[in-house]
């Protein structure tokens, strides 16, 4: 079975910084297209960062020059470090693979998320 567990979450003020990481219980975790996504409360689930298996890339408009995406293929771990955080950021975090690649019955199951709480 795989396994997604997402951490690094937590309750920030405005401008602040958060790292997030998803570790993946998979196999061959470097071939995968992965995404971090969130979702606030009464929204869909949006994308907000890909990266491929080859290590390019993408970002929400939203996000761009904020948010950093990476991996580390070693550790089937990806990140997501999010700087000059604002409350619209406030969601909960999801990873998964990145669905522009995949069909939606090829996503992991969805682990549970870390919340990320941005407030003054």
């Known amino acids: 079975q795989v396994q997604l567990v997402e951490s690094g979450g937590g309750l920030v003020q ?8 998803c570790a993946a219980s998979v196999d061959r975790f ?3 297209h992965m995404a971090w996504y969130r979702q606030a409360p009464g929204n869909q689930r949006k994308l907000v960062a890909g990266i491929t298996g080859g290590g390019s890339t993408n970002y929400a408009d939203s996000v761009k ?10 550790k089937s771990t990806m990140y997501l470090q999010m700087n000059s955080l604002k409350p619209d950021d406030t969601a909960v975090y999801y990873c998964n ?19 990320v709480t941005v407030s003054s």
Do not use: K
């Open 65 to 74: 020059g904020r948010f950093t995406i990476s991996r580390d293929n070693a």
């Open 30 to 32: 470097s071939i995968y």
């Open 97 to 115: 693979r990145d669905d522009r690649y995949y069909s939606f019955t090829d996503l992991f199951p969805w682990g549970q998320g870390t919340q």
């Open 14 to 21: 405005p401008g602040e910084s958060l790292r997030l990481s």
